[in-house]
């Protein structure tokens, strides 16, 4: 609520607290890594497949509260 934590927000938010110390001279040491067509694809196919293990989880944990719901009577 903006009368209880209003105040206290605004006094301690920080706005971009680094960005204005980031000089041009200092933009040119940040690496910026380059990763292969091969391991994109690789690292999509693991996230790809880590969606759908976690869909399959759902719908097998979904089954067995089924079960228990007909073997109990809930």
């Known amino acids: 609520m ?3 934590g209003g105040y206290g927000a605004i006094r301690r938010t ?3 607290s680094t960005i204005p110390h980031l ?6 040491d940040i690496v910026i890594p380059i990763i292969s ?4 694809a690789l690292i ?6 880590a969606f759908l293990l976690k869909s399959k989880r759902k719908r097998l ?3 067995i509260d089924l ?3 007909k073997e ?3």
Do not use: H, N, S, W
């Open 2 to 4: 903006p009368e209880i």
């Open 14 to 16: 920080v706005v971009a």
């Open 23 to 28: 000089r041009e001279e200092r933009l040119r």
């Open 37 to 40: 067509d091969g391991t994109i």
């Open 44 to 49: 999509i196919d693991l996230v790809r497949k």
């Open 61 to 63: 944990i979904r089954g």
């Open 67 to 69: 079960i228990m719901e």
């Open 72 to 74: 109990f009577q809930f």
